[in-house]
DNA sequence: TATATACGAGACGTTGTAGTTTCGGAAACC
DNA sequence: GGTTTCCGAAACTACAACGTCTCGTATATA
C-alpha cells in the first residue's frame, strides 16, 4: 500500500475504467439476490469479466459488497430548490428520477439488511451512503420551515424527518409494494404535513 | 397423510411435546443469525435435539421455518382495553411486555427479509403471524377515535396506522437503535396524534 | 418377549460457493 | 524482441451446510 505511487511496475497496466462497470454489476446482482444470495460468479457474469479481475482488486466478497456500496452514485440532493413552502420542497423529492433513485438504494439496502449486524463497517457504509442523505435533507427542509415560520418551532423534527424514509422503508421491505408517487403524497398529506399543523 | 388416524401405527410414539421446542429454537436462531445465516446443526444444538429429529418433523429447513414463524406466539391485542382516547389506546400498546414481544417479532422479521422475495409462502405466513395483527388493531383505534368524534372524519387511518410499525421497524432493521417507551411516545406525540389534530 | 418406531449423537455423501491457479492471448514497458 | 503483468475463461481446491443414514438406547404395541 505504501510505495503504489513509488513503483513504476511494469507489464500491462490494470484497466480500472471497468472498477466502475464492476461495481456496478455488484449491485444489481446485490438488488436481486441479497448478500448471502449473491455469488461472485454471477458478478464476474454480469459484468463479463472474469472472475480473476475481480480477486485481483478486492480481497474479498465483503471487501467488494463495502466499496461498491461505498461508490454508489450519490444522488444530487444539494441541489433540490428552495421553494418557499415545505410541501413544495417535499415535492421536490418525489420527482420520477429521484423516486427511481430511491427505489435502487431500498432494494440494495433490502438485500444488505441481513448483513448490518454481521458487519459493522458496511453497516456504516450504509448509512452514510443510503441512510443518512435522505434523512438530512428532509431535516433541513423542516428546519427552513421552523425557520421562516411556517410551522410550529416545537415540532418534533427530528422524528418527522424519519417518517418518510420509514414508511418507504417498511412498504418496501415488510410489505413489497411499489413506492409510488401516489403513496408519497399520502405519506406527505396524510401524515407530515397535517403533524405539523399545515393542512393542504 | 389420508390413513394418519386410521392406523394405530405400533413402536415408540412421536413426543410431540418437543414441537414447540423445535420452533421456539429454531426463532431464537433465526432471530441472531437470519435465515441463511442459521443452520439445521444450530437449531438441533440449541434444542438438544437429534437432526433426525427434526427431519421426521419437517422435510426441509424451509418448511420448519414456516411453520415456526406461523406457530408464533400470537399476542394477545384484543384484550387491551378501550380507554376513550387514541392516546390511552395507543399507550397500552407500549407496555413493557408489548414492547417486549413486538421486538421479538421485529429481530425474527429481520432474518426474514431477504426470504420475503424468494418465497411468497413465507412472504403471506409473516405477514399474517408478525405484520397484521398491529396494523389491525392500531387500525381499529384510530377508527374508534372517528367513530366517537375525537377526530378528523377525513383522517387517512388507512396512512397513519402504519406509522408506528413502519418506524419501529425502520429504527430497528436499518439504524439498529432500540425501540424503547421513549422511542414510541415520540412517534405518537410527535407524529400521529398532531397528525390527527390532537395536541397533548 | 418380540417387534417396530422414536430418541440423541454423530458419521456420511452431495452440492454449492469462496477463493486460487492455469491457460492462451493482449498490452505496456525495457 | 523479450519480459512482465493484465485480461476472460475455466479448472481446481477447500470447506460448509443440507439432508440421509447408522448407532445404541428408550418406549410403545402385540
Redesign the pocket.
Known sequence: MTQLETA????????HT?DPEILEAALDVLAESGYDG????MV??R???????L???W????ELVIDAVACMKKTNLDALPDTGTLRGDLLGMIKPHTIEDADRKLKVMTGLVSMLSRSPELADTAYQAITDPRARTTRMFMQRAIDRGEIRADADIDTLSMVSASMATYRTLILRKPVDREFLLSVIDGVILPAVGLTP
Request: glycine residues 6%; positive net charge.
Open positions: 513504476p511496475r511494469l507489464g500491462r497496466k490494470r484497466d471497468r449473491m455469488t461472485i460468479d464476474a457474469a459484468a463479463k469479466a472474469g472472475k480473476a479481475t480477486y485481483r482488486r480481497p474479498s466478497k465483503a
